[in-house]
């Protein structure tokens, strides 16, 4: 099957956009009221879809046909069985004084609307990067319910304008106005009116939504020396005035011709940011100057200290695969010395044929190989297909297994109860191996999301990317460093991608290079094994020579590889 990405995106073409335009949605038709001097929008804006994450994920991923030349284990072969043991876990509790961040986000559209803007979705994307410290309280709500003093009482408070031109609570502007720390994302800045005192001008919105428009458009937002794309999809961006003498501009939005203006403002407290970041994200986009922001927009000066840390996964580690690929793959983390994680499916199908790994002696020990090497083990999902959950069923490594893809809904066998009842079957088939996983992977990053929760009380802390959902949106989100998400999950970051036709090594090394600008950056990257294999042909093949070339190549722009399982979100001060 041919994906655009792993996780489904809400992405309407321009067509459809342009035709949910007929009617303006939350009274656009009128022109904003700012109470002050500055000009404000005249046209009615065209509605956007919510977007969520664009990267490429697996590609045109098939799994090899089974291995011939199978063998079966003697006993002799096999590992002990183990006990299981509780996985260790950061603890819940916060290590210092909880500190609380207040995120408000644009009033839900009626359900008659053509229409979702995204704001509630958009929201929980921001209370989880915020999850990057173990002792932040977020309170989520609408605007409308924003009370006079909230934010002057708090940490930080946010807004995210993604209704244009909805009311804002007097009491809100006021408190902005007074000094209140506030991030300001997205629309209706020009509600402020006179922001004189803010050295700021609201001048002018920017609207792209034709393939020409689009191209000319304030694509690139350049921070601390490097340029982040924005995706080439429908945009806005709004232009402020920002005097020098009275703010600090931190990055700036550049347009095809070379033409700039301020996209992330400081004004003692306040920030601005000129767009909703959190719309079309992929590795090397401008949510990654959001995201390393937060830091210093809640005074955190704690990052210091912070190492650039990389993560190396094997993917899909199956038991009807060749062994040739991961024994390759292994020469070559054997000879770097660099510490790996491996994410193994308990129970292999292909065609309906069921593989065990009891009848693959050869794979089976490169695995154990791979955990003498210091290999951590991440239990993948128990089929990684819809085996016994639907029909048809797919092959392992291939299909979902607790989504129902092809369909875009959750599995009518699976709830809560039922998820755990199957995770628990694969993780005691990988203990009866003599294999302990102690993290997990969802198979292609997706599931129902009333089902995380039913995971996390299995395995606590994961290595993926998720799904979020709010007011009709489900869409996904990848971390560029660890987080504490909306579930309660530790959730270690994915966010390079991996080698696949269309994303080669050169765009990994790019995403490791847009990521390093963080604070504490992050470039963690997987890889599958049957790419590695000799006779392997595809566009995506890897060799020894190319696999150590990806991994120093991320080296050399000054990450360290470190056991994932070692990873963890950090404490505020």
Excluded at 182 to 197: F, P
Excluded at 256 to 283: M, T
Excluded at 405 to 421: A, G, H, M
Aim: proline share 7%; aromatic share 10%.
């Amino acid at each position: 099957m041919t994906l655009k990405a792993a996780l489904p995106v809400s992405i309407l073409s321009l067509s459809l956009i342009l035709g949910a335009c007929g009617s303006s949605p939350s009274g656009l038709g009128s022109t904003p009221q700012t109470g002050g001097t500055d000009p404000a929008p005249t046209q009615v804006q065209q509605a956007q879809p919510v977007g969520g994450d664009m990267t490429p994920l697996f590609g045109d991923h098939s799994m090899p046909a089974p291995y011939k030349d199978r063998i079966p284990a003697q006993p002799s072969d096999l590992w002990a069985p183990l006990p299981d043991q509780p996985l260790e876990t950061q603890s819940l509790q916060p290590q210092a004084a909880s500190k609380t961040v207040r995120v408000y986000y644009s009033n839900p559209l009626p359900a008659s609307s053509a229409y979702r803007d995204g704001g509630a979705f958009h929201a929980i994307m921001l209370a989880n990067l915020l999850g990057q410290y173990d002792n932040v309280k977020v309170i989520r709500a609408p605007i409308s319910q924003y009370r006079s003093a909230d934010a002057l009482s708090s940490l930080r408070t946010f807004y995210i304008g993604t209704v244009f031109d909805e009311a804002i609570p007097t009491a809100f502007m006021d408190d902005v106005k007074g000094g209140a720390p506030v991030t300001w994302l997205g629309y209706n800045i020009w509600k402020l009116g006179d922001m004189s005192a803010l050295g700021l001008t609201y001048k002018s919105l920017h609207t792209a939504l034709t393939p020409t428009d689009i191209a000319a458009a304030y694509n690139t937002v350049s921070y601390k020396g490097y340029n982040y794309k924005k995706f080439a999809g429908p945009q806005e961006i709004i232009e402020v005035g920002a005097d020098p003498a009275k703010t600090q501009t931190l990055a700036v939005a550049k347009d095809a011709a070379g033409d700039q203006v301020p996209y992330l403002v400081r004004s003692k407290n306040f920030y601005y940011v000129a767009d909703n970041p959190f719309q079309y994200i992929h590795p090397t986009d401008r949510y990654l100057v959001m995201a390393d922001s937060l830091k210093t927009m809640l005074g955190d000066a704690g990052t210091a200290t912070c190492k650039k840390q990389a993560i190396l996964r094997l993917e899909d580690i199956n038991a009807f695969a060749a062994p040739q690929g991961l024994g390759n793959t292994l020469d070559v983390i054997n000879t770097l010395k660099v510490p790996f994680a491996m994410t193994v499916i308990p129970e292999s199908y292909y065609d309906g044929v069921h593989y065990p790994w009891t009848g693959n002696v050869q794979s089976l020990l490169q695995v154990y190989r791979a955990v003498t090497m210091g290999g951590l083990v991440i239990q993948h999902g128990t089929t990684h297909n819809y085996h016994g959950l639907r029909d048809p069923e797919g092959n392992s490594g291939e299909g979902w297994e607790l989504w129902d893809k092809e369909n875009n809904k959750s599995l009518d066998k699976l709830n809560p109860r039922t998820t755990q009842q199957r995770i628990q079957q694969g993780r005691l088939t990988l203990l009866q191996l003599g294999l302990w996983p102690q993290m997990w992977t969802t198979p292609h990053y997706e599931a129902e999301v009333s089902l995380y929760p039913a995971i996390n009380k299995i395995y606590p802390k994961v290595i993926e990317r998720r799904m979020y959902t709010a007011d009709g949106v489900r869409e996904g989100q990848f971390f560029p460093y660890p987080v504490r998400d909306e579930y309660g999950t530790l959730v270690v970051p994915e966010n390079l991608g991996n080698i696949q036709a269309s994303y080669r090594s050169d765009a990994i090394l790019e995403a490791a290079e847009a990521n390093k600008n963080l604070s504490c950056a992050y470039a963690s990257v997987f890889v599958h094994p049957y790419l590695m294999a000799d006779n392997y042909t595809g566009l995506e093949k890897l060799t020894k020579a190319s696999l150590t070339a990806l991994i120093q190549g991320i080296q050399a722009k000054g990450y360290t590889f470190v056991n994932p399982l070692n990873v963890t979100t950090r404490t505020l001060k």
